[in-house]
């Protein structure tokens, strides 16, 4: 499994936008990266996820290097509710039948200052 | 939708005791999974199952069970409780195992 490296904690400004970043530099052409966030003890909330091109949702942007060997998640305008801990993740596959799991690591956590 | 819903909530057991954690989704998804959460720690997949009547052991599967025997349900028994599996339980489902999942709320579980 390609393994990622986040920074452990970030500060972001309300209303500023917030940029997570994290690095897969040993990620797999086949595997994609997804971001999940998890609010206080709540269980993991997903945001996004994408293989190689940029994405865009409601929630946030995604954007993957060309090299596919780093990504950041932005979250556009943050606001307080977005304090969370911020998990990137590369999913791999276990088997012919496209089982997989998800390896979360200890993300980011991203406080969001008033 | 109820989406993902875990009980019990809270639970607390003696060494050597036996409780089964329960999940259960009404979206008609496919693949459930259950993570155990430490302080300061990732989510570390215990269990899975890509349907009924199917189930495989993820990375720390040692000292827990699973069974599907629905779609709906995904039971996680612990045999017989240590302190070492003290942690935050969370169930998740999915559509199709490459697709993205909804966790539950957690089931906080204290052995002593």
């Known amino acids: 499994d390609a393994k990622t490296t986040q920074p452990p904690s970030m500060d972001c400004a309300e209303g500023r936008a917030a940029n997570l970043p994290c690095n897969h530099s040993?990620?797999?052409?086949?595997?994609?990266v997804y971001w999940y966030r998890q609010i206080h003890s709540q269980g993991p909330q997903y945001i996004i996820h994408?293989?190689?091109n940029n994405e865009t949702n409601e929630m946030a942007s995604l954007i993957i290097t060309e090299d596919r060997k780093s990504s950041t998640l932005i979250l556009p305008h943050a606001t307080l509710r977005d304090t969370a801990v911020y998990y990137c993740i590369v999913r791999a596959a276990l088997s012919n039948f496209g089982n997989e799991k998800l390896t979360f690591g200890t993300g980011t956590r991203l406080t969001i200052i008033p | 939708n109820a989406g993902v819903t875990q009980t019990p909530k809270f639970q607390v057991l003696k060494t050597g005791q036996s409780m089964t954690l329960q999940c259960a989704q009404d979206?008609?998804?496919?693949?459930m999974s259950w993570y155990r959460q430490d302080p300061g720690m990732g989510l570390r997949l215990i269990h899975y199952s890509v349907g009924a009547g199917i189930t495989d052991q993820g990375e720390v599967p040692n000292g827990y069970n699973v069974s599907r025997s629905t779609t709906e349900d995904f039971p996680l028994r612990l045999l017989s409780a240590a302190p070492s599996q003290t942690s935050v339980y969370f169930c998740a489902s999915s559509p199709y195992s490459n697709q993205p999942q909804h966790f539950g709320d957690g089931t906080r579980l204290s052995i002593l």
């Open positions: 994408g293989l190689k």
């Open positions: 040993t990620i797999s052409g086949n595997e994609y």
């Open positions: 979206m008609n998804h496919e693949y």
